[in-house]
């Protein structure tokens, strides 16, 4: 038995609406169709060779990756170089894949807020506003001049082209009215308050405990008092300041260039940067949790969804003897 793409799909763009995706993300299906049946879906954080033969092995047929398959246009489809061959794989075995990226890491939910939580944040918000669902998209006819029903909520920065996807699905205008107070705002990581102050090496201890991280480069005395904590999943490079605007005794997130720690140093802020995948991982879990509940409220039993098992962090710790 199977469920159709499109109730996947459903769920999946319910918890984490392609519109909240940050603006030039690659995000959506990549690799295959959804004008068919899934019987088995595999999360994961990267799709690998090694996750891709996880897949195979499996008989998967849906892989849902944080990280896009295809994220630099392509200039070929060579199968003697390791995307060609990845994607040959991918078809080959009729494995579609489907990227929500930033769209997860924005949601109410997501990794940010799973983040949020794991570190026993208080009050935490987003660290920076990306969008608001600020307009309601109407069905109107071009003929009668009516208004036909009230579709959806759009985001302000998406409008023209959702109006345009929407006249063109249903050959009807779809015209944006703006709202005033009942505007809901979205953004990009979190910031919030420990329950109680740690010094920099205190919770840098525990970043690694709670992360399970092999590693973690950290900005700053370790006996700085910490008491407001910014938090971004990924590649935080560019919130730096808005971190510091809010007021955050430090930073935590991966992939921390040369120049931003040496700007974070000059700046009084703090940063611990465990990694990229350290802080995503748990992503793959999450997706799972999220496609098994939704499956069971639309009372679909017949659909496994497995977390891959795979490893992807490309990193290992060599230290001098």
Not at 155 to 171: C, I, L, T, V
Not at 199 to 210: G, H, I, R, Y
Not at 239 to 256: E, K
């Amino acid at each position: 038995m199977s469920a159709s793409g499109q109730l996947l799909r459903e769920i999946i763009e319910n918890f984490a609406p392609r519109r909240f995706a940050m603006d030039g993300d690659k995000t959506g299906l990549q690799v295959g169709s959804f004008d068919r049946s899934f019987s088995k879906v595999l999360t994961t954080l990267d799709v690998t060779p090694e996750v891709v033969q996880e897949a195979v092995d499996n008989k998967v047929d849906l892989i849902v990756s944080h990280h896009a398959v295809v994220f630099r246009p392509l200039k070929d489809l060579r199968t003697d170089n390791p995307k060609g061959a990845l994607l040959e794989t991918l078809i080959k075995n009729d494995i579609a894949v489907y990227v929500p990226h930033t769209a997860m890491d924005i949601t109410s939910g997501g990794i940010n807020d799973q983040l949020a939580a794991l570190f026993d944040l208080e009050d935490a918000r987003y660290l920076k506003e990306t969008g608001r669902d600020a307009s309601v998209l109407l069905a109107c006819s071009e003929q009668a001049g009516e208004a036909l029903t009230t579709v959806h909520c759009v985001a302000s920065r998406s409008a023209r082209s959702e109006a345009k996807q929407f006249k063109n699905f249903h050959g009807v205008e779809g015209y944006q009215i703006p709202l005033d107070s009942h505007s809901t705002p979205r953004g990009i990581g979190r910031i919030g308050r420990l329950k109680k102050p740690l010094t920099l090496q205190e919770l840098a201890d525990t970043v690694l405990a709670k992360l399970s991280a092999p590693f973690l480069r950290m900005i700053g005395s370790g006996d700085k008092e910490i008491k407001k904590v910014a938090l971004l999943c990924g590649d935080g490079n560019r919130f730096l300041h808005d971190a510091q605007r809010q007021g955050a005794d430090v930073l935590i997130t991966g992939d921390v260039y040369y120049h931003t720690a040496l700007e974070a140093k000059a700046m009084g802020i703090a940063i611990l940067d465990p990694g990229h995948n350290a802080t995503e991982r748990l992503v793959g879990p999450l997706w799972k949790d999220i496609l098994d509940k939704g499956l069971s409220e639309r009372k679909v039993s017949d659909v496994e969804v497995m977390a891959s098992k795979i490893a992807t962090e490309p990193f290992t710790v060599h230290v001098a003897s």
